[in-house]
């Protein structure tokens, strides 16, 4: 076992439930809501809410990410007026 940190890699069968589930999610709730016994200005009020919040939790994902990844990495420590 190696003691070199490097960057830590999902397995696949992780990466495959992680995609497995989401599209489950994603499948079930469409066809929830394409059941759903309503008019069709609210089922569509539905769908686009329920885009609005994956988009917004992929951003967030993304963000907590950058920031934990960020306070790992040590800061650079030159000035914009440095010389390279």
Known sequence: MSDTPGKQQNTA???GQAVASFAVAMAATAIGIYQLSADAWVRGFLAIAVLYLVTSS?????????????????APTYTPFDKH
């Open 58 to 74: 992929f951003t967030l994902a993304k963000v907590i990410r950058d920031r934990q990844e960020g306070a790992a990495a040590p």
């Open 13 to 15: 069968a992780f990466y």
